[in-house]
Structures are given as structure tokens and as C-alpha cells.
């Protein structure tokens, strides 16, 4: 398979996130990156082929080359896909799916895949894509993953017809047209979800998305990546609309000081971004984030709550006041600057004379967090300590947008299913589990929950307190 959409950038970008994890330089890590893996399945067995398809496309943005049962010259690995006899002498990496899990780097498969849904052919693929990393880089990876790795659907909490009963959204609105919202619809098309879903972003595509935003092809560079989102995707949804909204959700004409803003799935970039949201008085949040490559968070909550809302999730903290100041100091404006999250004329004349080789005017509205990135993966940025703001590769992204759509398949679809919680942290690393979802309250000092005026405002819109919960 082809590497061909990894621009120069995308793939320093996804040098500078192994960079960041191994703890090596940025011209070792792009080195190290160039591996290239083989795949091999049986055509005849469906799940295997999925699992195949869908892990040649997310190493095929990450690592330097995938090809089909055959080997090239730079080929390290060979990942072999269900019930299927190995075609090079090389290390391999087994991956077989039975009826009630999948079990990655275990022994050789005795039978064909078990039938499963679509969607899980996907999960097990992105876990998949993380094995895979393992199996070539090793201990040198932070993340103590050990084979066999057995992947239990049960842990999900999912009734199996939820995965084929349709799924009414209704009206809602997609905050994020970035790495989170690609995997996101690239999930979704595998679930009956109806309705119309606004795509909410105010930003075009850029280099160095290519390594992550997974619907995105270099042709789409310099477009606007809800138009471009919504046109590539909308022919895998029959049932459900896709609406490009070439704003942020905060300027849409539609706001009002109504419920406007019923149902809400963010996959926004950053922390600060999350908190302003909340501002927007969302009815019901299905959100995820990642955090590098290290843990995926998955939240949710349903206006009025007792439990935490995005402000409570993603209070500022060190990590945050440090970043803000490390792209202030690097792009020659103020922390207040980059708090405002876009650039304004006067910022950009100062930028301008900071950074070489750009020009103000092309940098006015443009997120602080996406030129950052930008300008690193571009290598125009060199900091004095090492420090980046790194994306994380592309099976992460495409696992948190997978769960997104497992969460709200949970909430909106048919079925007994597992809702007694409002946070889950979850690894791709590890195995799923389903003890790691737990019920988070109100943040204390949140700003948003902690204000009596914001509360009163969510009772009015959105209806009296509901009980304490009870554990």
C-alpha cells in the first residue's frame, strides 16, 4: 500500500511524536520510522480482511511502508491476520478475532475469523497498528505492553444488536473537523446512524494533518476541512446528512440564548478550547481526547448533571500554563495571545518578524496550536529545550473517534447497555477494560459548575436538577 499522503511534514510529525516517546532525537526517530510492514490474510475470510484493509490504512500514515503478503527490501515485519500460513521468513505479529475478542500476538489461528461488526474490525485493527509498534521498537516504548494481548468485546458494555439497529442523532453538531473527527466518521460509517450532523471548523487542511486525519489525501490541502470531511465522507452515510459549518461552533448563526445546542460531540484539540465550549451550554457532550499516544479519555455527560461537565475534565493545569508559554515564547507573542486560541492582526505582524519565511496576512484567524504544529513539522521552529507540541499518530486518533461512536452507539442505540459512568480512560496499549469507567463528579473550583449564574442558566435551559446520584 502506498505512503504516498505522508507529506514531508506529516511524517516529521510523526518523527517528533517517537521522538518524544523513545527520548531521541528528531533525525533518529524519522530514521527509525522508515520500517515497512507486510501484511498477510486470506481474502476468503471477511474479518480478516477488514482487520487487514483497516491496519494498512493507519500504518500506512504512520510508518514508511505496507504492503499485501509480500516483502521489500526495508519490510521488519509481518503481521498475519487470522488462519493464514506466513509468506516471509521474517518476525511476525499474529492477529486472530474470535466470537467474543481478538487476541493479538498470541499463537498461530487454528480456524477462520468468527464474524464480527464491522466496527470492532476496526478497533482490533487500531490495537492492532499499536502491536505492531511493539513488536518492532520494543522495550525502547514506555508503555509495558505484553503479548498475548486479548481484547474482550464484552468489556465494551454493549448489547450486540446496537451494532446493527439504526441510531437516531437527530440534529447535532460535530465540534472538529481534525484527527478525532476523521476517525470519528471513519468509524461511524460502519453504524446505522441517521439524522444530520453539522461539521463545525473554522480551518483548512494543512501539511501536517496528513499523518493522522485520516480522510485527508494531499489534493485536500489548503481546503476547508468540514467542506472536505463532509464531500469524502457523506456517500458511506445513507442515512445521515452531513452538513459543512465553516465556522467555530461559538459563531454559528443558529446560536442563540435558547437551547439551541441540543446534542454536541467534541473533538477539538485542546484543553482551553473544551472549557470555552462548555460556555456554549451544550444539552449533551459526548467528547474524546488523547493525550499523545499514551491514553484516550472518553466523556460524556447530559445537562443538568450531577457528575463532571468538560470545564470539571479539562481544568487548567501545569501542563497547559506550560504549553501556552512555550508557544508564546517561540512565536514571539504574549501567553494572552495564545490564550485567545486565534491570531489576530496585530499578533501576526509580530509573529512575522519572530518566525522567517511567513507572511502576516496569511496568518490572521488561524489557531495558535495549529501554526505551532505547522511550523514544527516544517522544522522552522527549533526549541531551546527540545520541547514540542506533538500529534499523536494515526491509529490513536482513529481509536478515540472509534470509541466517540461506541459512546454514543451506547447512549442513542437500541439495547441493554452499560451507561452508569461518565468518564473512561482507556489505552491502546493495553487491553480494554471496562473497570476503568468510572462516575466522576463536579471538579471542585470549576468554573463552570462552580458558578451559581452558569448552573441556573443550564436548570432553565435544559430543566430542573435531577436527583443525587446514588452509588
Known sequence: MSTDNLTAEARRENAAMLAAALGIDLESAGEALQFGVAITFDPADTTAAAIADDLAALLGRTVGGVTFGIAEADTVLEVLVGKVDANTRLPSLLVYVGSGGAVIGGRPAQE???????????????????????????????????FPQRISFDQLGIDPGAFVGPVAL?????????AIGNGFLWAARHLNFTGTLHIVDDDVVSPGNLNRQIWFAKDDIGLSKAERLSSLAQNEFPG???????????????????????????AVDSRRARRKIQMEFPGEVFDASTTDIREIVVHYHRQPTQGACLSCIYEADQEEFTREHHIAEHLGVSVED????????????????HVRGIEASALVGIA????????CGEGALRTLEGRRVVAPFAFVSVLAGTLLAIEILRRVGVGRN???????????????????????????????CGNTVLRSVNAALWGALSPPRTE
Open 418 to 448: 452499560s451507561v452508569d459512568f461518565n468518564y473512561w480512560r482507556v489505552s491502546p496499549w493495553h487491553c480494554v477494560l471496562e473497570r476503568r469507567r468510572i462516575f466522576r463528579p463536579p471538579q471542585v473550583g470549576c468554573e463552570f
Open 112 to 146: 477462520p475469523c468468527a464474524g464480527i461488526p464491522r466496527v470492532l474490525c476496526l478497533l482490533v485493527a487500531c490495537y492492532a497498528a499499536a502491536a505492531t509498534m511493539q513488536a518492532v521498537f520494543g522495550a525502547r516504548l514506555p508503555f509495558e505492553a505484553a
Open 240 to 266: 445521515l446528512k452531513l452538513t459543512p459549518r465553516t465556522h467555530r461552533l461559538q459563531d454559528l448563526p443558529e446560536k442563540s440564548d435558547g437551547p439551541w445546542l441540543r446534542r454536541l460531540l467534541v
Open 170 to 178: 437527530g440534529d447535532v453538531y460535530l465540534a472538529g473537523a481534525g
Open 368 to 375: 495558535y496550536d495549529t501554526l505551532f504544529k505547522q511550523l
Open 338 to 353: 495564545v490564550r485567545s486560541e486565534r491570531i489576530n492582526p496585530s499578533a501576526a505582524d509580530r509573529i512575522a518578524a
